[in-house]
């Protein structure tokens, strides 16, 4: 019976003694595990009130891109964000170069036609194969209508731009806007040759042809037939010809406007002249009469005293 006893307090004693030290690698085995999970997860996500980390958090994050069939688009319409994607980003690769000099218009027209015409195609009410309509899909479904936006921020930069004064339909370009580039080609030309001469040579060998664009531009101008790109290069053609070359010519219709602001300027001192001599010739003659009444009168008197 003492055996029995010595043994079970022996039996008892070695698990009292090995108890914690299989707790403590438990739980270092625990904080490892947790410390690797807070590594792997942002801190912004742990530190969320919402978000309850977990060591495969993030592989439940990538299941969440698939959706049942009802509600993913229709391959019709996938396709088509496709494509806007790429005419969006070949319309905007033109638009850079183009900046400057500006000639978003001439450059990149044909760009922006095809982009407008799967945008047209996206928010066309017209149902596609399977009749479906990608309008509520890829315009209406979220907040931010991120299609919508980008889009739209094009369509502003377009018509800012005026260019629609100088497209034939997205097709080709205005026979206006051809013959200004055409009067224009022939002015730098006529720089480039003179340019490196004496100025004074270019002032007169190009005085021609500047006048002529410079005056083809009034029309357009005037007319409301020109874009950003003809706006421009006018002004850089002009910068060019007053500060970079130092060229100048009296323009037609300043000489009547000279000619009133003289004769306006001079119109005060002719009246206040021609009033002085009026005044002078008016005295004179109220004066004689006088005189001639006064010598009179004398005469008059010395008859009757002889």
Request: with cysteine; charged share 20%; hydrophobic share 40%.
């Amino acid at each position: 019976m003492s055996l029995y006893k010595f043994c079970a307090f022996f039996v008892w004693s070695l698990i009292y003694i090995y108890a914690p030290v299989c707790i403590d690698g438990a739980n270092v085995t625990i904080s490892d595990a947790v410390y690797t999970a807070e590594e792997l997860i942002p801190a912004a996500v742990v530190n969320s009130p919402v978000f309850k980390p977990a060591v495969d958090s993030l592989l439940s994050v990538n299941l969440l891109s698939s959706f049942p069939e009802d509600l993913e688009i229709s391959e019709y319409c996938s396709e088509l964000l496709h494509i806007f994607g790429q005419r969006y980003v070949a319309y905007v690769n033109c638009l850079v170069p183009a900046a400057r000099p500006v000639k978003v218009c001439l450059n990149c027209f044909s760009g922006y036609g095809n982009l407008m015409v799967t945008y047209m195609n996206i928010s066309s009410d017209q149902v596609g194969p399977g009749n479906v309509s990608c309008k509520d899909s890829l315009l209406r479904s979220d907040r931010l209508m991120l299609v919508y936006q980008l889009f739209s921020n094009l369509k502003d930069l377009w018509d800012k731009s005026n260019c629609d004064n100088c497209i034939n339909g997205f097709q080709s370009l205005t026979n206006d806007t051809l013959y200004f580039m055409s009067t224009l080609n022939q002015t730098l030309t006529c720089f480039e040759k003179y340019q490196q001469g004496n100025h004074t040579e270019l002032c007169k060998n190009c005085k021609n042809t500047y006048r002529s664009v410079n005056e083809l531009y009034s029309r357009m101008e005037k007319n409301l037939t020109m874009c950003i790109d003809i706006e421009d290069a006018m002004n850089m053609t002009r910068k060019l010809w007053s500060k970079n070359f130092s060229c100048s010519f009296p323009r037609e219709e300043t000489v009547p406007v000279i000619a009133v602001s003289s004769f306006m300027l001079f119109l005060p001192i002719i009246f206040y002249l021609s009033s002085f001599l009026h005044s002078e010739q008016k005295k004179r003659k109220l004066i004689h009469p006088k005189r001639a009444k006064s010598y009179t009168s004398l005469m008059n008197i010395q008859d009757k005293l002889s």
